[in-house]
C-alpha cells in the first residue's frame, strides 16, 4: 500500500545572514535588470521593453517565491514512534551500519534511522532522506523540500543568464556613448552587476549541473560520497556495487519532480510520500519476478 505523504511543517523565520545577502543580491539584480539593463537598452516603456520586464519579473517572482518555500519547508522529521519492521515482506532492505551490522539507530536523537535518513549537526536532528545543509537557505535540504530547492536553483540560473544577456546587450547597444553623455553615472551599477552576476551564474550552472546528476541516479550528495566508497570496497572484494534506489533516468526524475510533468517547475512536492521507505532495485526485480 502506498504511504500517503504528510502535511509539509513550516520552519520559524530567524535571521541569517547568508540569507540577506541573497535577498539583497536578487533585489539588486532585478532593480539594475529592469530599471537599467532594459531600459537603457529597449527604452523600459517600449514594447520590448515591457515584454523583457514582465518577462524577467515573473521568472524573478518565482525565484523569490521557490526560495522562501525552501526556506520555509521543513525537510522531514523522524517520527519518534519509527522502528523498523525487519520482518515486512514490503521491505526487502534494510540500512545497516557499516561495522557491526545492526541497524542504523542515532545515539544522538534515541531513535532508530528510516532508509537515507541521516543526522544534521546544525539542525540537531535527523533528516528524511537528508542531502545536505545550506547555510544560504538557512535549512536543510532533504526529502520534503529537495524538489523545492532544486526548483529554486533552476530559476535562479535562469534569471543570472537573463541578467547577463541583457547586461552584455545595454553595453553593446549604446554603452560607451551613453557613459560619456552621463559621466559614468552608470558605471557602478554595471562593475557591481558584473562581479556579482559572473561568479554567481557560474557557481549556480555548475551547482545545477550537480543536483541534475544526482536526480538522474536517485542519489542524494551524502549517498554519493558513501556509493564512491562502498565502490571502491566492492571493486577491492570483486564485486560489482550499484546504488540501490536507482530506479532508471525517467523513474528517477519523476520520484523527485513529481508524475505530472505540468508540475515539474512548480515548488511543491505532493508526491513524495512519507519518507519512510523507497522503492529499491528490488522491488523492481520483485514485480518483474511475480509478472512472469
Given at each position: 500500500m502506498a504511504e500517503k505523504a504528510k502535511p509539509q511543517q513550516q520552519q520559524r523565520f530567524a535571521f541569517s545572514l547568508p540569507v540577506t545577502v541573497v535577498v539583497s543580491s536578487i533585489v539588486y539584480i532585478y532593480i539594475s535588470t529592469i530599471f537599467v539593463f532594459i531600459d537603457r537598452w529597449f527604452g523600459l516603456f517600449s514594447s520590448p521593453g515591457i515584454a523583457?520586464?514582465?518577462?524577467?519579473?515573473?521568472?524573478?517572482?518565482?525565484?523569490?517565491?521557490?526560495?522562501?518555500?525552501?526556506?520555509?519547508?521543513?525537510?522531514?522529521?523522524v517520527p519518534s514512534t519509527y522502528t523498523p519492521d525487519i520482518e515486512d515482506n514490503q521491505t526487502p532492505m534494510h540500512e545497516i551500519k557499516r561495522k557491526g551490522g545492526d541497524l542504523r539507530y542515532c545515539q544522538k536523537c534515541s531513535h532508530y534511522k528510516p532508509p537515507r535518513a541521516h543526522h544534521c549537526r546544525v539542525c540537531k536532528r535527523c533528516v528524511l532522506r537528508m542531502d545536505h545543509h545550506c547555510i544560504w537557505i538557512n535549512n536543510c535540504v532533504g526529502h520534503a523540500n529537495y524538489k523545492i530547492f532544486f526548483i529554486f536553483v533552476m530559476y535562479a540560473v535562469v534569471a543570472c543568464i537573463y541578467?547577463?544577456?541583457?547586461?552584455?546587450?545595454?553595453l553593446t547597444y549604446d554603452g560607451l556613448s551613453d557613459e560619456e553623455k552621463n559621466g559614468g553615472s552608470f558605471r557602478t551599477v554595471y562593475v557591481v552587476s558584473g562581479i556579482l552576476l559572473v561568479p554567481l551564474s557560474i557557481a549556480l550552472c555548475v551547482l545545477i549541473g550537480w543536483h541534475i546528476y544526482l536526480i538522474l541516479h536517485n542519489n542524494t550528495t551524502i549517498e554519493y560520497y558513501e556509493g564512491v566508497r562502498a565502490l571502491w570496497l566492492q571493486e577491492k572484494g570483486g564485486s560489482i556495487y550499484k546504488h540501490p534506489y536507482d530506479l532508471g533516468p525517467y523513474e528517477n526524475?519523476?520520484?523527485?519532480?513529481?508524475?505530472?510533468?505540468?508540475s515539474w517547475l512548480w515548488p511543491t512536492a505532493n508526491h513524495i510520500g512519507s519518507g519512510l521507505r523507497f522503492r529499491t532495485v528490488y522491488d523492481l526485480s520483485k514485480a518483474a519476478s511475480t509478472s512472469k
Open positions: 523583457n520586464a514582465v518577462v524577467f519579473t515573473a521568472i524573478a517572482s518565482m525565484c523569490i517565491f521557490s526560495y522562501r518555500t525552501a526556506i520555509s519547508t521543513d525537510p522531514g522529521r541578467s547577463m544577456v541583457l547586461l552584455v546587450g545595454s526524475l519523476t520520484s523527485v519532480l513529481g508524475p505530472n510533468i505540468l
